[in-house]
């Protein structure tokens, strides 16, 4: 069975802070898919990012990171010099071979202050 | 422009009272999904679809059905709503079947009282 855990239920920084989301999955799968999508207050489910098993490299878009390590099970998010506008519900998942469908973790608050 | 269609946005129902949520893609993608999000326990499976008139349960499809009579529709249905069945629910469209990005509708919070 496939699990996804997001073990920081909020996070609360101040406006220019570093802050990492961390996201630990469990699967037997060889071939899978790990996922960030964000929750503004509006509600809908924006896609942030996409990553396959077979690419570990890390990724950067502009002050957002993600650090994939298989050695790990981990597939943590880093938002740098963060802002308001970051504020939101936080959500990893991870796909594999079973008809398109997603394994989500519990997500993660981040609330941003000025 | 691709796009995930739901209606109702927002419903306000009561016990027992059927309803239907609707779901409409306009990308003839063979995969679709609900899902629904409770605080603390993320999003969860409760039905998906592989292709018109083949469907399946997820991890949570008590009091749920289904159906999938065209390729761009499917609609949620709700025999008897009951009050545990209040929660935000998402429809998603997959390109294939295998890891692809998801397409998600706007989600339709439903309260039962």
């Known amino acids: 069975a496939q699990k996804v855990t997001q073990a920081q239920t909020e996070i609360s920084v101040v406006e220019k802070e570093d802050v990492t989301l961390d996201c630990v999955y469990e699967t037997r799968d060889t071939t899978y898919y790990l996922f960030w999508y964000k929750q503004p207050p509006s509600g809908e489910l924006v896609f942030l990012i996409r990553?396959?098993?077979?690419?570990?490299q890390n990724e950067i878009s502009g002050r957002y990171s993600w650090n994939f390590q298989k050695s790990t099970s981990s597939f943590n998010f880093t938002i740098t010099a963060s802002q308001v506008v970051d504020s939101a519900v936080y959500f990893c998942?991870?796909?594999?071979?079973?008809?398109?469908?997603?394994?989500f973790g519990q997500g993660t608050i981040l609330t941003v202050h000025p | 422009e691709a796009q995930v269609t739901q209606n109702p946005r927002y419903l306000i129902t009561v016990t027992g009272k059927k309803l239907t949520v609707t779901c409409s893609q306009n990308m003839n993608h063979e995969y679709m999904s609900w899902y629904r999000q409770d605080p603390g326990l993320g999003l969860r499976q409760i039905y998906y679809s592989m292709n018109v008139e083949v469907t399946d349960k997820g991890d949570v499809p008590e009091g749920y059905k289904v159906s999938r009579k065209e390729k761009r529709n499917f609609p949620l249905i709700l025999e008897s709503p009951s009050p545990n069945q209040t929660s935000l629910y998402f429809c998603?469209?997959?390109?294939?079947?295998?890891?692809?990005?998801?397409?998600f509708g706007p989600g339709t919070r439903l309260t039962v009282t």
């Open positions: 990553r396959n098993s077979f690419d570990e």
């Open positions: 998603a469209s997959i390109h294939e079947g295998q890891g692809d990005e998801q397409y």
């Open positions: 998942a991870l796909g594999g071979t079973s008809y398109g469908k997603l394994t």
